[in-house]
């Protein structure tokens, strides 16, 4: 116990320490992530089935999960761009760059797709520094998606249909500044906290050689 009370003494006399090294990390963070736009989102969700004939549920599930995941895969592709891009929805194409390498970067930072466990529901969320814009972009691919989507899958007897129409945010959710907040202030804190205990050691092993010349 002593000794455990030995090596938290020197974090708790240096707390003022650990305290500016906690501020110092929260205000990084946050200016950090403002140097990003702040984007909105606005998601979709699109629920898939497969007609099987006469097969058990968990095997029907589980192809429809099948079917969402190879989806889920294609709307990051440049293809699949193309046609959400020539889908007649109002998306600001300058938005991305002409650069095909670029434009594929983008595309993929501004759409995420993701799929329900057991399930064929298929999230689609857009992000856009305009909410309207995120909002055409998620209506978008869910069109492509409901229309064309079969084309991507080798399964047949395929339903789409959209259960969840856009729901846009109402704040900006990207980058997540609260979260990326606690984040600095926490990395922050184990700095000065490892800041103090290296400044302590060094001055301990001064005082023993202090000691050892003496």
């Known amino acids: 116990?002593?000794?455990?009370?030995?090596?938290?003494?020197?974090?708790?006399?240096?707390?003022?320490?650990?305290?500016?090294?906690?501020?110092?990390?929260?205000?990084?963070?946050?200016?950090?992530?403002?140097?990003?736009?702040?984007?909105?989102?606005?998601?979709?969700?699109?629920?898939?089935?497969?007609?099987?004939?006469?097969?058990?549920?968990?095997?029907?599930?589980?192809?429809?999960?099948?079917?969402?995941?190879?989806?889920?895969?294609?709307?990051?592709?440049?293809?699949?761009?193309?046609?959400?891009?020539?889908?007649?929805?109002?998306?600001?194409?300058?938005?991305?760059?002409?650069?095909?390498?670029?434009?594929?970067?983008?595309?993929?930072?501004?759409?995420?797709?993701?799929?329900?466990?057991?399930?064929?529901?298929l999230a689609i969320k857009a992000y856009h520094v305009d909410v309207e814009q995120a909002q055409e972009i998620a209506q978008a691919v869910a069109f492509v998606i409901t229309t064309q989507g079969w084309t991507y899958t080798s399964g047949g007897n395929i339903t789409v249909q959209v259960v969840d129409d856009p729901l846009n945010s109402r704040y900006p959710v990207r980058p997540n500044i609260p979260v990326n907040a606690v984040s600095g202030l926490f990395l922050g804190a184990l700095g000065g906290a490892a800041f103090v205990f290296i400044q302590s050691d060094r001055l301990r092993r001064r005082h023993q050689l202090v000691h050892t010349e003496v």
């Open 1 to 121: 116990m002593t000794d455990k009370y030995t090596q938290i003494t020197p974090l708790l006399q240096a707390w003022p320490t650990v305290l500016l090294f906690s501020s110092c990390g929260l205000v990084l963070a946050v200016l950090l992530s403002l140097l990003r736009p702040l984007e909105y989102s606005s998601t979709t969700r699109i629920l898939i089935t497969q007609e099987l004939g006469v097969v058990d549920a968990y095997t029907a599930s589980r192809s429809a999960e099948r079917i969402a995941d190879d989806l889920s895969s294609i709307v990051y592709t440049s293809t699949f761009f193309d046609k959400v891009i020539n889908s007649g929805f109002l998306i600001d194409d300058t938005y991305f760059p002409d650069d095909p390498i670029k434009e594929r970067k983008q595309w993929e930072k501004t759409i995420s797709a993701s799929v329900s466990r057991s399930s064929g529901l």
